[in-house]
């Protein structure tokens, strides 16, 4: 670095459930971003994603016009929870994808071409099956106690209808990927749905660690600008997915089906 280049300070807020990927990345890269992680849970109420992140955002000092210092959110679209956050005093770098779905497979373009191959996935991340939201578990632990068991499971097969196969996203940086997988495999036995299994691409996390910040994978938002809906949903952006858990998590419940945009 030359003596007149300034030094970009760079902070990282990001889901928990994308904590493996993000500490890999970091280790990896030797980087000194400082990452925080804010709970997954937050994604029942999208509201609540954004109260906790402006919370954050107003710890930011900054240098008063966002020069030499950016915030990367580890978020997407995420029902809605990012959009109005405002750029205070730090440029704000958001992934331009609709959710963690997009960040596990390396970015919308590879979403889309794995979506229009089957459109009836269910996928599923390790991040969320650490926190048992796999339709077996939410069944189980959550909907039998509510309304009981036939009902229960009543209400997942209706809610899983429309689905033929579930997806696991495996990004290669989990020793415990094998008991993931056997839980993953009893939902999709349980459920009467194809098991498929892909390997996850860590590109966009790395890209979330150290830049580029290019256009067609980052919406960036400049000092006193706020984030916006249109900006994930322009052509080229984010795909559209519309989850099959709205009623458990607002939106994301870590298992999604999608419909990207043409």
């Known amino acids: 670095m030359s003596a007149g280049e300034k030094r970009t300070s760079r902070r990282l807020i990001a889901c928990e459930s994308l904590r493996p990927e993000l500490e890999h990345v970091i280790r990896e890269a030797g980087s000194g971003v400082q990452a925080e992680y804010l709970d997954q849970n937050l994604h029942r ?3 609540r994603i954004r109260a906790e992140l402006e919370k954050r955002l107003s710890d930011s000092s900054g240098d008063g016009n966002g020069s030499g210092c950016e915030t990367v959110l580890g978020y997407g679209l995420c029902s809605g929870g990012v959009l109005g956050l405002e750029a205070r005093g730090t440029r704000l770098i958001v992934p331009r994808v ?3 779905i997009g960040l596990y497979l390396g970015g919308p373009g590879r979403y889309e071409a794995v979506f229009w191959e089957s459109p009836g ?4 991340t390790p991040g969320w099956l650490d926190v048992g939201k796999d339709p077996l578990t939410t069944m189980r632990d959550e909907y039998a106690s509510r309304v009981g068991k036939e009902a229960a499971e009543e209400t997942m097969r209706i809610e899983l209808r429309h689905y033929s196969r579930l997806m696991l996203i495996d990004t290669g940086v989990r020793r415990d990927i094998e008991g993931l997988r056997e839980q993953a495999q009893e939902n999709a036995r349980y459920f009467d749905l194809e098991y498929v299994e892909v390997a996850g691409d860590l590109g ?6 150290l830049g580029p910040y290019h256009p067609s994978e980052f919406v960036v938002v400049e000092p006193g600008e706020r984030i916006v809906r249109d900006e994930f949903l322009r052509k080229g952006g984010a795909a559209r997915p519309g989850s099959c858990r709205d009623s ?13 945009q043409r």
Request: with cysteine.
């Open 248 to 260: 458990c998590m607002g939106g994301e419940a870590g298992l999604h089906s999608g419909t990207p």
């Open 204 to 209: 966009l996390f790395r890209r979330m660690v």
């Open 45 to 47: 109420h999208p509201r």
């Open 121 to 124: 996935t269910y996928y599923l």
């Open 98 to 100: 609709h959710d963690c």
